[in-house]
């Protein structure tokens, strides 16, 4: 007996595939997840480096009540969370990269000297912040420079430049530090340093400044080159994307965050300090993996770091609040550095 053809499923013409269903599939996501699912999934990084932040603050309640349901200790943390920030950001797109990026602590004390320097000298501070940024990038594309085409190791290179970038500043400020009075008067400290309400002006900068990060990491061109070249350098150059340009920028665009994190560390104290930003290294590093940032390059979160360099901050002060030495705040770090690693170990797919 004969099949008709209109009855062999064989033997049918192909059903036009649906758009979404088709990437849906590239993406890994099943036509049954629910907006919740595809959300957390895409999100694990950033949710992670959250819980741990949370998992911190709970620990820190139950330690004293007291002193952590009172709003001074946040706004205390707040006031010097954008030096960080400011820094751990372009240190993501670096590590993602596939880099180091360890000369930013003496990138910060340049740009600060720069702007001090300027705003002593009597010019307004905005002009000082412009010289600042000129200067943090200036530095960014020649620590770039040695390790895209001189070809040398991004940790050794930049560990050396930031010694010698220190040690210039210590031997032409022989140890002076340089005092700025009158900076609080300034239009500038009112617009970037003031506090209103309780809350510092700051922290809406570093919110937009995350903000638009993310958005150039997850959604611009340069943001998927820079996830394509940590990912497999080889294959993006056969793409046509130029791998050194792509590396050089990022080390351009730590140098323009580490002279933002520079200026700001002058507007906390009115003063700019030769060792400024040597504090920061530890910190700074610590923040981007907390965060959920692949040290094997390739994958990455802005947002993830950015909480995870609340929690790095809020070390040191949830240690000291509880009534615990300060000899035990290394400690924590390290402990927070490992066991947030060991979460985001298990919470994704290492790829390479």
């Known amino acids: 007996m004969s099949l008709n053809p209109t ?32 959300f957390l999934r895409a999100n694990r990084p950033a949710l992670g480096a959250l819980a741990v932040a949370v998992l911190m603050l709970l620990i820190f309640l139950i330690g004293d009540p007291t002193v952590f349901t009172s709003w001074n200790v946040y706004r205390a943390v707040l006031i010097g969370l954008p030096v960080v920030i400011f820094v751990v950001v372009p240190l993501v797109f670096v590590v993602t990269v596939g880099e180091i990026d360890l000369s930013f602590p003496a990138t910060i004390g340049m740009t600060g000297w720069v702007f001090a320097l300027i705003v002593q000298a009597g010019f307004d501070p905005f002009l000082g912040l412009l010289g600042a940024m000129v200067t943090g990038v200036g530095l960014g594309f020649c620590v770039g420079w040695l390790v895209v085409y001189a070809n040398l190791s991004s940790l050794i290179a930049t560990l050396g430049m930031n010694f010698m970038l220190r040690g210039l500043i210590q031997i032409r400020t022989e140890g002076k530090s340089i005092a700025l009075p009158n900076l609080p008067d300034s239009l500038a400290y009112r617009i970037f340093a003031d506090q209103y309400l309780g809350i510092p002006v700051s922290v809406f900068w570093i919110v937009i400044f995350v903000a638009v990060c993310s958005l150039i990491y997850n ?11 940590g990912d497999n350098p080889d294959a993006a150059q056969q793409m046509g994307i130029n791998v050194r ?14 002279s933002l994190a520079g200026v700001f560390a002058v507007f906390i104290n009115y003063t700019w300090w030769p060792t400024s930003g040597e504090s920061y290294l530890l910190p700074g590093l610590a923040s981007v993996f907390v965060g959920g940032t692949a040290p094997w390059g390739g994958i990455g979160t802005v947002i993830g770091s950015a909480i995870g360099a609340f929690t790095v901050s809020f070390i040191q002060t949830g240690v000291v609040g509880v009534g615990l030495s300060g000899f035990y705040v290394q ?12 979460g985001h170990r298990w919470n994704q797919i290492r790829y390479r």
């Open 219 to 229: 959604r611009h061109r340069f943001g998927l080159r820079v996830h394509v070249v």
């Open 245 to 258: 340009r792509v590396r050089l920028l990022t080390f351009a665009f730590v140098g323009f965050g580490a």
């Open 7 to 38: 009855d062999d499923p064989v033997s049918q013409a192909p059903q036009k595939l649906d758009a979404n269903a088709v990437r849906r599939v590239a993406e890994g996501r099943h036509a049954d997840q629910s907006p919740l699912r595809r």
């Open 331 to 342: 400690f924590f770090y390290g402990l927070i550095i490992i066991l947030s690693l060991l």
